[in-house]
């Protein structure tokens, strides 16, 4: 069981707008920076999002984040067929210190 | 360019040991906070522990305190864990990572594969 709550799976279809959810507490989200991930099968997680909006250089503009209060999104827009793969977010967790992840959601371009 | 290139994965036994190193290059090592997150076959990520520049502190998941030791030689570059009494449970990649911006981790290895099983 994940302390941050991801859905399991999310669909779209090619040139469609999804966003992914992830939900928290006060001890994580409430109080820290999210952060996306994107990983691949078999290849390490990759930054997407960071400080909860912030796209590092190289990630496309079509991949945008938000936070309000203990949740936060991803949103993909423009859906491409290479964006089906598992998408992560994660916080600290001042209560744990340490890093907490969600559970994944797995993203399907239909 | 920042390479992060973990090793020391491989198969043992419930109750074994096994220690993961991590070679860093590419950046000022000594400066960073580094971090170990594992994922078990087909599951999330988990964060297992981080430790600072300096490695004068540390901190643990639950689920590997007192077992698992993190420490750090920047004499050398490199990243540690020592893992003690392993369980099945504790099969996973294990990847070291690096902050950038924060805390959580930005730059990751390749990960190394450590399973645990009879």
């Known amino acids: 069981q994940s302390v941050l709550t991801q859905p399991p799976s999310a669909s779209g279809t090619p040139g469609q707008r999804v966003t992914i959810s992830c939900s928290g507490s006060?001890?994580?989200?409430?109080?820290?920076?999210v952060y996306w991930y994107q990983q691949l099968p078999g290849t390490a997680p990759k930054l997407l999002i960071y400080?909860?909006?912030q796209r590092p250089s190289g990630v496309p503009d079509r991949f945008s984040g938000s936070k309000s209060g203990t949740s936060a999104s991803l949103a993909i827009s423009g859906l491409r067929s290479e964006d089906e793969t598992d998408y992560y977010c994660a916080a600290w967790d001042d209560s744990l210190s340490g890093v907490v992840f969600g559970g994944g959601t797995k993203l399907t371009v239909l | 360019e920042v390479q992060l290139v973990e090793s020391g994965g491989g198969l043992v036994q419930p109750g074994g040991s096994l220690r993961l190193s991590c070679a860093a290059s590419g950046f000022t090592f000594s400066s960073y906070w580094m971090n170990w997150v594992r994922q078990a076959p087909g599951k999330g990520l988990v964060w297992v522990s981080r430790?600072?520049?300096?490695?004068?502190?540390?901190n643990y998941a639950d689920s590997v305190k007192g077992r698992f030791t993190i420490s750090r030689d920047n004499a050398k570059n490199t990243l540690y864990l020592q893992m003690n009494s392993l369980r099945a449970e504790d099969t996973a990649v294990y990847y070291c990572a690096r902050p950038k911006y924060d805390i959580l981790p930005d730059y990751w290895g390749q990960g190394t594969l450590v399973t645990v099983s009879s």
């Open positions: 430790i600072n520049s300096d490695g004068s502190s540390t």
């Open positions: 006060s001890s994580n989200i409430g109080s820290n920076y």
């Open positions: 400080r909860n909006n």
